[in-house]
């Protein structure tokens, strides 16, 4: 983490490189190795390179229009870029599918990272703005990415934004960004400080349409990437209910499609193929959902005349538990591959650097800090 954060200029005299999904997670390790300074520089700096329009871009300032003393107290309130390497795609020009993942926007997926990374430094800080930074996010990336196809249609969710929120960029759906945006607007309200009374919006609109989303949406998948993160939302999820977690039926479904998916990629021998056929933070994913399987385990366990009423889950939880152990091979492969000094890890080097380390250190993660629920997430 350390070279990740000289090599980007968090400390030393490199100019600053941020890159929203790969920052809200090194935001989280920091916090887990006491680097309290670090993160919070990170923060500033996310806000203050992505928050705003790119150099290179005919527009300038920050991405919601505001001036800069409103931007000081309100730095998410125009969504944050991803931070990609080339600039937006043009109004007028066609889709390229290739082309569009270097290109920069808005991601909803990335912004859930970043409302995650924002609440866990506010919890082990006690920083409150952090946490109404986070809320007045989730409001604004829910406004922008939701939609209704028609008049009195369900909701649905757009992939990826233009970096003004302005009209859409790929119109599809991710398949897990309703249920990211379920758990974390429950886990924003469930965080209220009393050190700061505005603690920013209440989210409730927000968590009443991101449930009716969630309900219709299929959550299985076989993507490591995917599954890992599947097995930290069920682990977020159950630190958050606050009554009888095995009798929720959304820890339910979450804990069964994650099973399911890790059997069907089991079943494809992944780990057999060659290092130069797989990607390291996909698989480093995985390992970090597997470290929340334990945790997860251990808090249902609580309750286990609950857990035991409902078998269907108790089977998903048990195939789950029996797999904890591929979280250790990976984590090794890769420790190895980063000593080599091999190419292809370095490719994609800081991405891959601060996911093993969130996989080798995950509880700055996976695990919340304590805050007062507000009582939403035991009626799911």
Known sequence: MREFAERTGVIG???????????????CNFLALGETECAERLVEQVHAILGRHRADDTRSGWIGGMDALTAIEHPTRGGLRIGKPLEERAPDALLDAELEWERDGQYFHYLTRWMHALDQFSRNTGHADAGRWARELAQTAHRAFTYAPAPGAPLRMYWKMRIDLSAPLVTAMGQHDPLDGLITTLQLRAHRPAARVGHGPDLDVELREMAAIVAG???????????????????????????????????????????????????????????????????????????????????????????????????????????????????????????????????????N????????????????????????SSQL
Do not use: K
């Open 13 to 27: 005299h490199a100019p600053p490189q941020r890159y929203l999904w790969t920052d809200a997670f090194a935001v």
């Open 353 to 376: 650097a601060v996911m093993l380390a969130t996989a080798l250190v995950p509880s700055g993660y996976i695990e919340l800090g304590e805050s007062t629920s507000s009582g939403s």
């Open 217 to 351: 949406t299929n959550l299985l998948s076989d993507d490591p990437l995917g599954i890992g993160g599947l097995l930290v939302d069920a682990y977020r999820l159950a630190q958050l209910l606050r009554v009888r977690p095995g009798d929720n039926p959304l820890l339910g479904l979450v804990t069964g499609a994650a099973a399911n998916g890790l059997t069907r990629y089991l079943a494809t021998q992944p780990f057999a193929r060659p290092l130069e056929n797989r990607l390291a933070f996909r698989e480093l994913g995985l390992a970090i959902g597997l470290q929340a399987v334990t945790r997860l385990w251990t808090v249902l366990e609580r309750d286990a005349a609950s857990l035991d009423a409902q078998p269907t889950l108790r089977r998903a939880l048990d195939q789950l538990v029996a797999q904890v152990p591929l979280a250790r091979a990976i984590t090794d492969t890769w420790c190895d591959v980063e000593r080599s000094n091999d190419p292809q890890w370095r490719a994609h080097e800081d991405i």
